[in-house]
């Protein structure tokens, strides 16, 4: 089971965390990933903006990175998603998904949570 949480409205500059409880799979062998969805858009066009792949390795999309942060706790079982300086264009359903490889796509994700809104007002 994957379930986000920590979604809210917050003004421009400001910061958010997620979190996304994943027991079954942080410290194994898997890709953790977050990934967002504007509003209008359909579900294969989430984008993905940070993942944690197999090896440890992170990954940062060009338009989060030195703003966004993720992390995980293997003794909470929990992955994050640290969001500094959010700017209206950061608004969007944030997903928590899990991969056995680590595609920069919705692709090859075979778990994904319910999904959690972050609204960023300016």
């Known amino acids: 089971q994957v379930v986000e949480s920590g979604g809210g409205s917050v003004q421009a500059g400001g910061s958010q965390r997620l979190s996304c409880a994943a027991s079954?799979?942080?410290?194994?062998?898997?890709?953790m990933g977050w990934f967002r969805q504007v509003a209008g858009k359909e579900d294969k066009e989430r984008e993905r903006?940070?993942?944690?792949?197999?090896?440890?390795?992170?990954w940062y999309a060009d338009d989060v990175k030195g703003r966004f942060t993720i992390s995980q706790d293997n003794d909470k079982n929990t992955l994050y998603l640290q969001m500094n300086n959010l700017k209206p264009e950061d608004t969007a359903t944030y997903y928590c998904?899990?991969?056995?490889?680590?595609?920069?796509?919705?692709?090859?994700?075979?778990?994904w949570g319910q999904g959690t809104q972050v609204t960023v007002s300016s």
């Open positions: 998904a899990i991969s056995p490889m680590c595609p920069i796509t919705t692709m090859g994700y075979n778990y």
């Open positions: 079954e799979y942080i410290g194994s062998s898997y890709c």
């Open positions: 903006v940070a993942a944690i792949d197999i090896d440890a390795s992170i």
